[in-house]
């Protein structure tokens, strides 16, 4: 028994140390050579600072600011979101776009819950850019402007949505639309080894972009880790205007 117990000591401490430190530093190692950019979270600086990763996606809401110059608050207390109308708005998300908590919101198709955040999302959707597009119905809406990813995190948009978000942000930004769907196509990715997926538009790097453009209102996104708690497509208490 003596025996055994020593071997089995034996066993966990050799694992440990080839499972738990020798492999984690050999991969850390070889990820830092191969794709140090990756393997330090893909992130993305303006002027020295970090703004954000190009592989999760953020919010590109404010506070709501009410007639007396203060933060809006709903019955929870907590912030009044609204759309930054001369931003690329980001995939609805469930968690907040936390890159530590990602999911869905695991509600059934056919849910009560799941159509009443749907149909939340497609008013606010309408109400965002119909003003900037009459022609804009229902049946034209992307499917990803009003559902949420099944990360929560999704960096990226369809072209279809991010065409339809052009309209808005040219006109708030005195941009001719054209330089902005040529902007727009400077950021889509093409599908995963040409077949898998779909064509998909980075938000953030999109933004930044046209952030850079001369003549354009210029605003340096926040980042992920610095926004205040955003809203969520259907369990969250923060209320939204104008967002998904």
Same mark, same amino acid.
């Given at each position: 028994?003596?025996?055994? &117990?020593?071997?089995?000591?034996?066993?966990?401490?050799?694992?440990?140390?080839?499972?738990?430190?020798?492999?984690?530093?050999?991969?850390?190692?070889?990820?830092?050579?191969?794709?140090?950019?990756?393997?330090?979270?893909?992130?993305?600086?303006?002027?020295?600072?970090?703004?954000?990763?190009?592989?999760?996606? !953020?919010?590109?809401? +404010?506070?709501?600011?009410?007639?007396?110059?203060?933060? +809006?608050?709903?019955?929870?207390?907590?912030?009044?979101?609204?759309?930054?109308?001369?931003?690329? !708005?980001?995939?609805?998300?469930?968690?907040?776009? *936390?890159? %530590?908590?990602?999911?869905?919101?695991?509600?059934?198709?056919?849910?009560? %819950?799941?159509?009443? &955040? $749907?149909?939340?999302?497609?008013?606010?959707?309408?109400?965002?850019?119909?003003?900037?597009?009459?022609?804009?119905?229902?049946?034209?809406?992307?499917? %990803?402007?009003?559902? %949420?990813?099944?990360?929560?995190?999704?960096? !990226?948009?369809?072209?279809?949505?991010?065409? $339809? !978000?052009?309209?808005?942000?040219?006109?708030?930004?005195?941009?001719?639309?054209?330089?902005?769907?040529?902007? $727009?196509?400077?950021?889509?990715?093409?599908?995963?080894?040409?077949?898998?997926?779909?064509?998909?538009?980075?938000?953030?790097?999109?933004?930044?972009?046209?952030?850079?453009?001369?003549? *354009?209102?210029?605003?340096?996104?926040?980042? *992920?880790?610095?926004?205040? +708690?955003?809203?969520?497509?259907?369990?969250?208490?923060?209320?939204?205007?104008?967002?998904?």
């Amino acid at each position: 028994m003596r025996k055994d &117990a020593i071997t089995s000591l034996l066993a966990v401490v050799v694992l440990t140390v080839l499972l738990g430190v020798l492999y984690p530093l050999l991969v850390t190692g070889v990820s830092q050579v191969a794709m140090p950019d990756r393997a330090d979270g893909s992130v993305v600086e303006r002027d020295g600072r970090a703004v954000g990763s190009s592989l999760i996606g !953020q919010d590109f809401r +404010r506070a709501a600011v009410g007639a007396d110059g203060k933060p +809006r608050l709903d019955a929870d207390g907590e912030p009044v979101l609204v759309a930054e109308p001369r931003y690329f !708005q980001s995939r609805p998300s469930v968690t907040g776009y *936390a890159p %530590d908590a990602t999911a869905f919101s695991n509600l059934g198709p056919n849910g009560k %819950d799941t159509k009443e &955040a $749907i149909d939340a999302n497609v008013a606010a959707y309408l109400a965002l850019e119909k003003p900037y597009d009459p022609d804009l119905t229902v049946g034209r809406i992307p499917v %990803d402007a009003v559902t %949420d990813s099944a990360s929560g995190v999704d960096p !990226q948009i369809s072209r279809a949505n991010a065409r $339809i !978000q052009a309209r808005r942000v040219a006109k708030v930004r005195g941009l001719p639309l054209d330089r902005v769907l040529t902007a $727009i196509d400077d950021h889509t990715a093409g599908r995963g080894l040409g077949v898998l997926g779909e064509p998909g538009v980075n938000v953030l790097e999109l933004n930044l972009a046209l952030d850079g453009m001369r003549g *354009a209102t210029a605003s340096v996104p926040r980042s *992920a880790a610095g926004t205040t +708690r955003p809203a969520t497509t259907s369990s969250s208490n923060t209320t939204t205007e104008g967002t998904r």
